[in-house]
């Protein structure tokens, strides 16, 4: 003990020293200390933390906390693809002062998405961004149990039962939308330009809150109740990952708008109970009828509000994107068009039958298809994250990644490679000839407790992730995309716009929203089908 004082002693003593020398210096020099003590502690670290065998290989960088966030955030593919070359298909990088490990390839979904539960957390990687949009007592803010007891609520609504009452929904907004948009007014017009950056996402809630969340709350949108949304949607960006917290106008206007709408589906809720008026309309309907957790509490009213806006949520930016990179991807390929086109007169006896879940389903593979060959090219979600609870080896290696670190999954990168995907920036809604099917399950399936899925999840195509975090909304999303996508292939033509000014080709994506985007603005132009 006493030799353990006299150290501490001794290290005081150097304190001192050192503080008094540094007080002693100019200020001028104490200030270019201050600003170079960070980068000498971090080339330092890097060093260090490059010669530990028991880690991945460290991506270089040079200015302090930041680390390789400018490259990772503006074009993430190909600073994978440049790690990849340089120092393998595990590695690890510095994000903001977090150190993310990345496992390219299906080896590395298998690592990240059937991580055992204790060893990566989802919730301690997301809940700060998404608790405040969603609210409390949702998704990342409980438990995990109780997150699969949530997906398993919101999963038994959406049945092909509940889809063959939501086509004829869908039909009826997009038809809504081609009439009374300004983009479209196709009563008035024969031809037109849009932006699919502003039409793909107004088309995707108006029909996305008609199914789930019922005529009412669809009909707020055509109020001064749409900006709420704007404005909660302001609040999930990149930016709130880092600061979520923030007392900025933009995150007081995102609590008021998460608040407000929250409140605004409470009061339905409620006005449903007084009357004693729970059918089977929506999701609304289903989950008033069943959100007893397994151990027989019950979720609250405000929780199943605060749900529905987290699957809303869930459901808007992936589906806007994904219809709106089909369209201009359609637009490049008129001899696509012409394919669906068949496709849709030959199964809708020329226009004379109406569009049925069914019929969507099971008899267009080349919708399918195309819908399936757009999300391979343009993963929504280009990174998927946990953070680490405990340390975890990396199999087969000698890494360990620590606790504390995160690991990070890019199926969206493994889509792009040559290796599983020949030609694979090529749109070739062919290469699932004999594969239309959106997902698939082969082998062994397991149940986290929202129904089973797939057990392996080394497939190379897992636009829909896998493991316990697996989408829920798969079949409900190729039930919404391939009925808008339907309606607009029987009704227009589509081209890129022959003003000067419009791109002429497929816009690259934009990494740097919340989803992969096309770099607007992304205009098409859209023609009447004259027969
Ligand atoms: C094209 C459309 C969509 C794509 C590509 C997509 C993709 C994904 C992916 C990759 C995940 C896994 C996230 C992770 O592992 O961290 C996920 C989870 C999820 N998605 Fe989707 N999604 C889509 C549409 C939807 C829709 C329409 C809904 C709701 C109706 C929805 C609700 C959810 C939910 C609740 C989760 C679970 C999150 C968790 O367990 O942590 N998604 N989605
Ligand atoms: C609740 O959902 C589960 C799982 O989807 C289903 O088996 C059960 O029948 C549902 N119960 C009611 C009351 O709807
Ligand atoms: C459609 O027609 C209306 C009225 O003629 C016009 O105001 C509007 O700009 C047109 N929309 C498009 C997309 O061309
Ligand atoms: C580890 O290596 C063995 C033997 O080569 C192989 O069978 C196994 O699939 C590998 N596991 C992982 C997770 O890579
Ligand atoms: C689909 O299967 C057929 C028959 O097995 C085969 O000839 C064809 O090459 C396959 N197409 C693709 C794109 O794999």
Known sequence: MAGSDSVLLQVVDYGKLALSSFL?????????????????YS??????YSMRKDRPPLVRYSIPWIGSAVQYGSAPYEFFEECNKKYGNIFSFVLLGKTMTVYLGPKGHEFVFNAKLADASAEAAYAHLTTPVFGKGVIYDVPNSRLMDQKKFVKGALTKDAFRTYVPLFI??????????????????????INVMVTQPEMTIFTASRTLLGKEMRDKLNSDFAYLYTDLDRGFTPMNFVFPYLPSATNKRRDHAQKTISDTYLSLIQKRRANNDIQSRDLIDELMKNSTYKDGTKMTDREISNLLIGVLMGGQHTSAATSAWALLHLAERPDVQEELYQEQMRVLDNGKKELTYDILDEQMPLMNQMLKEVLRLHHPLHSLFRKVMRDVPVPNTSYVVPEGHHVLVSPGYTHLQEKYFPNPHSFNIHRWDNDSASSYSVGEEIDYGFGSISKGVSSPYLPFGGGRHRCIGEHYAMAQLGTIMSVFIRKFQWTFPDDATSRKSVPPPDFTSMVTLPTGPAYISWKKRTN
């Not at 080339?43 to 260090?48: E, R």
């Not at 907004?173 to 017009?189: A, V």
């Open 24 to 40: 002693a210096l100019s200020l001028a020099k104490q200030l270019s200390i201050i600003v170079i003590l960070p980068f000498l």
């Open 43 to 48: 080339i330092t670290w890097q060093l260090v």
């Open 172 to 193: 009826e907004e997009t038809e809504k939308y081609l009439r009374d948009s300004k983009n479209f007014q196709i009563d008035k017009n024969d031809s037109g330009k």
